[in-house]
Each structure stands twice: as C-alpha cells, then as structure tokens.
C-alpha cells in the first residue's frame, strides 16, 4: 500500500513572497504523483502531475513541482505567490498506469496568503 | 478539455430520507469512476471504486447497503445515500478515468449533502 505524507497542514506567507509546500510519500512500487488544489467549497482542481520524463513538472498558476525518487518527495513551489493562491492543496498519489486504482491523498496543506 | 460533472452541487434534506447524486463524463468515455468522501477541514477518504457494468468494490467501513453505487454506462455513475443520518453530511467527490489511465483522471465539483 502507498501513502502520503503533507507534514504542513498550514503555511503562512506574505504576498510575492515563495512558497514550498512539501510532500512525501511511501510506496514499494512505481508511482504517478499529483497537486490538486481545492478552493471554499469547491471540487478539486489539478495543478500539476507527474508521470514519467522529466522530474521537474510545471503546472497551472505558475507552480511547479519536483519529483525526488530518492527522497521520495514531490514537493510544491511557487516563486510569488498571489492573495488568490489561498485555498487547500493535496498531494495523491497513485500505483496505476491505467487508473483504475484511486488516488491517496495527503491530508492537506492550506496556503494563507496575506497582504 | 475533459469535463466530469457532478450533481447536484448542494443538497440538503431531511433525516430518514434518500439522496442520488450523479456524476457524468462529458466528453469521454470512464471505464472506472471512484467516489470520495471529504468531513469539514480533512482529506479525501475514498468510498468505493466501480467500474461500468460490475458491482462497485467499496473501502472497508464503507456500508454498501447505505451507499449504493450504480455506474449502468461508461458515462455515468449515481451515488445514493439511502435513509441519511446527520452524520452522513459531508462533501462526496467523484472522480473519473478514461481508458488511457492518470493521463485522463478527472474531479466533479462535488455535492455537499446536509442531513437535518
């Protein structure tokens, strides 16, 4: 079985100023990882995901995410963060190439973004 | 791009009574549909996992006498809370796949079921 470990679940940051959020995870097979953000009552939105290739991943927004095998990290960031960032992120992950097995989510960060 | 849409988005109801939520791929075939779970401030919990035409495979400690997957089409999936309780009010998420895996893994928007 895989898990996922988000060890912030809150992280406050000025305005334009960087942020990391991080994410570990553990499984004994290959893995397919994802951000999703989730706003205020809101479903989930993805920002980014890793498959395969390349470990440095960009996604919506102007985040971005590397994949880390070795430290087994898929850690968030985002160089200037806006007021409008504030909301929930997860980190899931995934053991399936063809998805038919869920997604393990993380139990969530939230970003606090203030003036 | 791909759409899933979930609903309804809100429904609130009356203890005892039955609620269905839908969940369709728009634009896209889903061979699997998950549905997830989600109390106030906490993670995605999945519930179950259907797959069209067979018998959804539920998470243990999810009662699927009360929670009743039917996913008849490649396109749609309905989930019923059946007699809710109070404590069955939470955030349900559906999530489809199409047949090319996590490169075409979609979120609805979710429906919060309020039980009174």
Known sequence: ?115 | GAVVSQHPSRVICKSGTSVKIECRSLDFQATTMFWYRQFPKQSLMLMATSNEGSKATYEQGVEKDKFLINHASLTLSTLTVTSAHPEDSSFYICSAVGVQGPKKLFFGSGTQLSVL
């Not at chain 1, 994410?23 to 097979?29: Q, R």
């Not at chain 1, 989730?38 to 927004?61: E, F, M």
Request: charged share 15%; with cysteine.
């Open chain 1, 1 to 115: 079985a895989q898990s996922v470990t988000q060890l912030d679940s809150q992280v406050p940051v000025f305005e334009e100023a960087p942020v990391e959020l991080r994410c570990n995870y553990s499984s004994s097979v290959s893995v397919y990882l994802f951000w999703y953000v989730q706003y205020p009552n809101q479903g989930l939105q993805l920002l980014l995901k890793y498959l395969s290739g390349s470990t440095l991943v960009k996604g919506i927004n102007g985040f971005e995410a590397e994949f880390n095998k070795s430290q087994t990290s898929f850690h968030l960031r985002k160089p200037s963060v806006h007021i409008s960032d504030t909301a929930e992120y997860f980190c899931a992950v995934s053991t399936s190439d063809t998805g038919r097995r869920a997604l393990t989510f993380g139990s969530g960060t939230r970003l606090q973004v203030q003036p």
